[in-house]
């Protein structure tokens, strides 16, 4: 057993290695302006499965240097998957947006529902549980020294704050499930065909709906075929070839 531990250990320690190896690799070809095999070593960084929100980001701006306009809208939207907060990635994003055709207005969403998803879907929900698991240490230590205090006023400074990171706690665990079931609901695709017709039904011979080029974002709701339903920011509904479009999750 403590064999088959060492050897599981040194794969590990040598595939990150490799991995980081390979991101800085990609990043000296950037750097040198060989956008293309800049990109193909961070592809072979994610093909080993040592996928990060730095090594999607650089791929996209490998592409975006590139014009490849779905390639790099699809890799800062992964790279903002797994780092809500990045704001490189999304000033970025919004740079290659702006090489899209399309112009999809979204549908102002209202009350208090989006104000809670403003909130918590400022984080991952990873970061919500890590922010829960370091609550319940503060709350332990603020408990060893609210029962050890020696005077009232201590006593009572220690309970306030036991009170305060429960709440805090509870507010982490609530925001963790909350943004991690609403992201569960959505399926989130980018566009990669250059021009592709939406139809009004599931079948080839159906007529068009209406047109979209590559670097949109749809939203798939239901698959049928070699055709998935998909919906647009502006609630815009039709089917489209399943291989016209590539999903991010």
């Known amino acids: 057993m403590k064999k088959l531990l060492y050897i599981l250990t040194v794969v590990l320690c040598f595939t990150q290695g490799w991995a980081q190896s390979a991101f800085e690799e990609g990043n000296t070809l950037y750097t040198d302006g060989k956008y293309s095999e800049a990109a193909k070593k961070y592809e072979s960084v994610l093909e080993n499965k040592q996928e990060s929100a730095e090594v999607y980001f650089n791929l996209a701006n490998a592409y975006y240097k590139m014009n490849r306009v779905a390639p790099a809208i699809y890799n800062y939207e992964k790279a903002l998957l797994l780092k809500p907060n990045y704001k490189d990635a999304t000033i970025n994003l919004g740079y290659a947006q702006k090489m899209a055709i399309d112009d999809i207005q979204a549908v102002p969403e209202v009350g208090f529902s989006k104000m ?26 603020l408990f060893v020294g609210y029962y050890f205090a020696g005077t009232t006023t201590l006593k009572r400074v220690f309970f306030v704050g036991m009170f305060m990171t429960l709440l805090g706690i509870i507010v982490a665990i609530l925001s963790a499930v909350f943004v991690k079931s609403e992201g569960a ?43 998935k339903k998909i919906e647009l920011a502006d609630e815009t509904e039709g089917w489209i070839e399943k291989d016209a479009i590539k999903e991010l999750k």
Do not use: C, M, Q
Not at 116 to 141: E, K, M, P, R, S
Not at 206 to 227: C, M, R, W
């Open 116 to 141: 809670v998803y403003n909130f918590t879907g400022a984080y991952h929900y990873d970061a919500w549980a890590w922010g829960a698991v370091v609550g319940a240490i503060l709350f332990l230590l």
């Open 185 to 227: 609901k959505e399926r989130p695709a980018i566009v990669y065909e250059e021009v592709v017709s939406v139809k009004s039904e599931p079948r080839d011979t159906a007529p068009d709906a209406f047109i979209l080029h590559e670097g949109s974002k749809v939203y798939v709701t239901e698959t049928l075929g070699n055709y």
